[in-house]
Every structure is written in structure tokens, then in C-alpha cells.
């Protein structure tokens, strides 16, 4: 079994390789990627966004007096790798030949949403929330002890990080690993936070 898996692998490598070489290959765009599992004995590399979920577990506390309508689209890093594998094995195809751009992404989910999801999961309450908008953000940047980061500062200014149109699997006719923020958590094994 395992040398079928190796044996496929060279030949995807060989076709990448000549793809590379004619110059005919995809641009890809990625949002927000998640990956691996927050456990000592991860069988893959875990991504920043996968163990930024930690942390936010700490801030769901305050997060969820807080409301923030910014859109955004994710993906798992399996979905990218199951796609990547298949536009290298079918690159000969007419429908794929020559360059092109691709967004990876699933549908897109607000913060707002996440929140909720996250408090959902952590069996935890909103009473009530106040919505953040950019001017309120940019007045807090300067007022409380916040070094903004360029990417924050850009971010602000984007606020929505909604794409049209987005590629994951189904775009190939193959089913998403991690299609939904749920699906994130549970492969993340992401511990519940204790906060009330």
C-alpha cells in the first residue's frame, strides 16, 4: 500500500515538475488557512490560524460583548492540498491548461458569526454586544496601549475580506475536508474554555 502511495506521489511530482517547466501553472490566493491539531502528537505541522484559536479562546470572555460584521473566508489545509493535487493531475486538460488565479476559500462567515459559533461551543452567554465599528477600532489604536501591526492597520481599512468568486473542492467537483468553522474546531481539537 504504501509504495502505490509513494508511487503516485513521484508521478504527481513529475507532472508538477513539467508543468512548472512549460510555465503552465495557477496563481493561488489564500485567506485564512487552518491546520493540523492542538495536541502533543500532531501528525502535521499546525498552521498559526489553527493555534490562534487558543488564544481567543482566553479573550471569548470580552469577545462576546463585542460585535464586528467584517467578513471573511478560511480554508483547511487539506482542501488546498486536495486541490493542488488535482489541478497537477489533471493540468493537461483543456479546462485547466494555461495560467490561472484562484481564491481558495469556503463560503464566507462574519466575525460576528464566529463569535457566536465559539460561544455556542463553550456553552457560553451574550447578553449583549456593542457593535465595533472602523472609526471606533482606529480611535481605540490610539488611545489604549495597541501596537498595531501594517497587516492590522490594513485590515481595518479592508474590513470585509469577502472574495467572488472563491475555489475549494466542490469548485472540482470534490468534497471540502473542513467546510464549515465547526468542522475547523473539531479537527482542531480545540479544548473548551472555562470562562463564564
Given at each position: 500500500?504504501?509504495?502505490?502511495i509513494?508511487?503516485?506521489n ?5 507532472d508538477?515538475k513539467r508543468a512548472?517547466?512549460?510555465k ?7 485567506h485564512w488557512?487552518?491546520g493540523?491539531t492542538l ?5 502535521y505541522?499546525?498552521?498559526y490560524l489553527?493555534?490562534?484559536?487558543v488564544e ?9 460583548f ?6 471573511f ?14 489541478l497537477i493531475k489533471?493540468?493537461?486538460k ?5 495560467f ?8 464566507f462567515?462574519s466575525?460576528d458569526?464566529?463569535?457566536?459559533i465559539?460561544?455556542?461551543r463553550?456553552k ?9 465599528t472602523?472609526?471606533i477600532?482606529k480611535?481605540l489604536l490610539?488611545?489604549?496601549?495597541i ?9 481595518i481599512?479592508k474590513?470585509d ?7 475549494n473542492?466542490?469548485t472540482?467537483n470534490?468534497?471540502?475536508y473542513?467546510k464549515?468553522?465547526?468542522d475547523?474546531?473539531r479537527?482542531a ?7 463564564n
Amino acid at each position: 500500500m504504501e509504495q502505490n502511495i509513494f508511487k503516485q506521489n513521484m508521478s504527481v511530482l513529475k507532472d508538477l515538475k513539467r508543468a512548472l517547466l512549460q510555465k503552465k501553472h495557477s496563481q493561488f490566493s489564500l485567506h485564512w488557512f487552518f491546520g493540523g491539531t492542538l495536541h502533543k502528537r500532531s501528525k502535521y505541522p499546525v498552521s498559526y490560524l489553527t493555534c490562534g484559536l487558543v488564544e481567543i479562546n482566553k479573550w471569548l470572555w470580552l469577545a462576546r460583548f463585542l460585535k464586528l460584521n467584517s467578513k471573511f473566508h478560511f480554508i483547511h489545509a487539506n482542501d488546498i492540498a486536495q486541490i493542488c493535487g488535482f489541478l497537477i493531475k489533471n493540468h493537461k486538460k483543456d479546462t485547466y491548461k494555461g495560467f490561472k488565479k484562484f481564491v481558495l476559500g469556503q463560503n464566507f462567515i462574519s466575525v460576528d458569526d464566529a463569535i457566536n459559533i465559539l460561544l455556542k461551543r463553550n456553552k457560553m452567554n451574550r447578553y449583549f454586544s456593542i457593535t465595533l465599528t472602523k472609526k471606533i477600532m482606529k480611535i481605540l489604536l490610539r488611545i489604549l496601549p495597541i501596537k498595531a501591526t501594517p497587516w492590522d492597520s490594513f485590515s481595518i481599512k479592508k474590513y470585509d475580506f469577502n472574495h467572488d468568486p472563491i475555489t475549494n473542492p466542490e469548485t472540482f467537483n470534490l468534497k471540502s475536508y473542513a467546510k464549515s468553522l465547526n468542522d475547523i474546531l473539531r479537527l482542531a481539537k480545540l479544548p473548551s474554555c472555562n470562562n463564564n
